[in-house]
T-cell receptor, first 112, second 112 residues
Framework: AQSVSQHNHHVILSEAASLELGCNYSYGGTVNLFWYVQYPGQHLQLLLKYFSGDPLVKGIKGFEAEFIKSKFSFNLRKPSVQWSDTAEYFCAVNAAGNKLTFGGGTRVLVKP | EADIYQTPRYLVIGTGKKITLECSQTMGHDKMYWYQQDPGMELHLIHYSYGVNSTEKGDLSSESTVSRIRTEHFPLTLESARPSHTSQYLC???????????FGQGTRLTVV
């Protein structure tokens, strides 16, 4: 069965700091990978996705993620965060069939 | 803006009552999902459907049931609500495994 692990539950950092959130999945075949964000009081929305091609994908709001197949990882990065990046971030994987499985989420607090 | 709607947004109900949480989408998506999310916690997949008359159980065992009689409609039913069912329920839909899932605003259920 596919599963997704996000290593950090909570991250606190200051504005302009760099952010990297870890995501690992367990599935040996072809995967489609996603990062979603949930701002306070809002619904989940897509940040970026990977399904083939260049393993470095760029998303909205300056976020990017790198797919490393050998490490079963899809880490999210942003070089310089803003206060408005305060949110919860979820990694998700679609491997076998139609299931879309999410990780536990990482709550990010950016201090002004 | 995604066209996926959940009703009600908030529901407080007594133990033993039967409830149905509604989810509708107007995008013609064939795949639909129900997730359960406790505050600040991960999303657990409880049900999904890949088309009319198809439903599957997700990763987290749930006493709820679902139906998919029409493409646009994917209601979730609890025959006898219990306090342990108190949670937020999120509905999502998408077209294919490489496409993003669109989420509704969620239904926050409290069983007293």
């Amino acid at each position: 069965a596919q599963s997704v692990s996000q290593h950090n539950h909570h991250v606190i950092l200051s504005e302009a700091a760099s952010l990297e959130l870890g995501c690992n999945y367990s599935y040996g075949g072809t995967v489609n990978l996603f990062w979603y964000v949930q701002y306070p009081g809002q619904h989940l929305q897509l940040l970026l996705k990977y399904f083939s091609g260049d393993p470095l994908v760029k998303g909205i709001k300056g976020f990017e993620a790198e797919f490393i197949k050998s490490k079963f990882s899809f880490n999210l990065r942003k070089p310089s965060v803003q206060w408005s990046d305060t949110a919860e971030y979820f990694c998700a994987v679609n491997a076998a069939g139609n299931k879309l499985t999410f990780g536990g989420g990482t709550r990010v607090l950016v201090k002004p | 803006e995604a066209d996926i709607y959940q009703t009600p947004r908030y529901l407080v109900i007594g133990t033993g009552k039967k409830i149905t949480l509604e989810c509708s989408q107007t995008m013609g998506h064939d795949k639909m999902y129900w997730y359960q999310q406790d505050p600040g916690m991960e999303l657990h997949l409880i049900h999904y459907s890949y088309g009319v008359n198809s439903t599957e159980k997700g990763d987290l065992s749930s006493e709820s049931t679902v139906s998919r009689i029409r493409t646009e409609h994917f209601p979730l039913t609890l025959e006898s609500a219990r306090p342990s069912h108190t949670s937020q329920y999120l509905c999502a839909s998408r077209t294919g495994v490489t496409t993003e899932a669109f989420f509704g605003q969620g239904t926050r259920l409290t069983v007293v």
